[in-house]
C-alpha cells in the first residue's frame, strides 16, 4: 500500500461519523463518504467492503492483541488476570487507534442502529470465545477459562462504556484497571 | 387463554427443535412445525410471530427475574452477590421450562445460525443493561453497576455455556453456582 493510504482511511472514518451523525447511518452511501474524505469510491471499496465495515475494520485486530497477551502471560498470572492483561493490550491498542471522542460518536450511531449493535456483540462473543480459547492452549480448564473469558471481556466492556460515556478523564487503558480494581473490590 | 395451550407451546418447541435438527433452521417454515406439532398454523401465529420466536419466547421473562431479584436483595450483599442471585433466579426459571437436552439443542441451531446468534447476544445485551439500571434503582453509581452487571452476567453465560457442553451433571441453578465460586477464586 502506499503511504498516504493509512491518512485516507483516517479521513474516511472522520467521514463516516460526521455523515452518519448528519444524515443518519441509512441515509449515507459509501459514495457519501468516499466524497467528504476526498477520495474516489474505488479507493474506499479497496480499504472496505462496505460502509459498516468503516466503523469495525481495525488496523490493530484486537482479538489477536488478547491472544497474544495471554499467550505471553507470566505463569504466575491467574487466567483472569492473564485475560485482563489481554484486554488492557487491545485497550492500549484501541486508544492509539481511535480518539476519545470518535468512539463517543461511534457508540451513539452504534447504539442506535440495531444491525451495528448485532455487529459489535459479534465481536464481542469472538473476543471471548479467543480468550477461552488462548487460555485453553495455556492448560486452563473449564468452566475456569470460560469464566476467565467473559470475566475479562466483562472488565473491557465496562472500561469503554466508561470512557465513552465521558463522565471521567480516564484514558480507555486506564478505564480497564478502574473496572479491574472494581470487580476485584465487588468479590 | 384455554388450558391446553401452554401444553401446544411445548409441542411447537419440541417439533421445532426436531425439524432445524433435521432440515436445517431456513430449511424449516412455521407451517412445517405447526405440522409436527399436531396444531394448525393460525395457533402457530397465535403464539409467535415467526419461526425463530419459538425458541425466544420466553413465558417467564428472564430479565424480570433478573431486576426484581435485585430490587428484592438483602442490603447486606454487594451489587455483584445482587446481580448472581437474580441471574440464578432466572437460572431456576429457565430450567423448568426446558430440560438440558432442549437448550442443548437450542444452542447447537443458535450458534450455526448467525441471524440467531446475534439475537441471542441482543438477549444477554438487554439483561446486562436491565441488571445495570436495576442497581441504579438502587443507589449503585458507576462504574461499580456496570461492573457488577456485566460481571453478573458473565457468570450466568459460563454457566449456560457449561450446562449444555454435558461435561457436567449439574442443573443449571447449580451450573450458577460454581461459576460465582469460579469468579471468586479468580479475583
Not at 485516507?8 to 447511518?25: C, P
Not at 497474544?68 to 498470572?77: G, T
Not at 465521558?166 to 473496572?179: H, I, K, Q
Request: glycine share 8%; hydrophobic share 50%.
Amino acid at each position: 500500500m502506499a503511504r498516504w493510504e493509512p491518512d485516507a482511511r483516517g479521513r474516511m472514518l472522520t467521514a463516516a461519523l460526521e455523515l452518519f451523525a448528519e444524515k443518519g447511518y441509512d441515509g449515507t452511501t459509501a459514495g457519501d463518504i468516499a466524497a467528504r474524505a476526498g477520495v474516489t469510491e474505488r479507493t474506499f471499496f479497496r480499504h472496505f467492503a462496505d460502509k459498516r465495515e468503516v466503523l469495525f475494520a481495525n488496523p490493530n485486530s484486537l482479538d489477536e492483541m488478547v491472544v497474544k497477551a495471554i499467550a505471553a502471560a507470566d505463569e504466575q498470572a491467574t487466567p483472569l488476570e492473564m485475560v485482563i492483561g489481554g484486554v488492557r493490550a487491545a485497550a492500549v491498542g484501541l486508544a492509539e487507534a481511535r480518539t476519545r471522542e470518535q468512539a463517543a460518536q461511534r457508540s451513539r450511531i452504534v447504539e442506535a442502529t440495531p444491525a451495528l449493535q448485532e455487529r459489535e456483540l459479534l465481536k464481542m462473543a469472538a473476543m471471548t470465545a479467543a480468550a477461552q480459547a488462548a487460555l485453553a492452549e495455556r492448560g486452563v480448564g473449564e468452566p475456569t477459562a470460560a469464566m476467565a473469558a467473559y470475566g475479562g471481556v466483562a472488565v473491557f466492556q465496562t472500561a469503554f462504556s466508561r470512557w465513552v460515556s465521558g463522565a471521567t478523564d480516564l484514558g480507555l487503558p486506564e478505564c480497564v484497571d478502574e473496572a479491574a480494581a472494581t470487580l476485584r473490590a465487588l468479590t
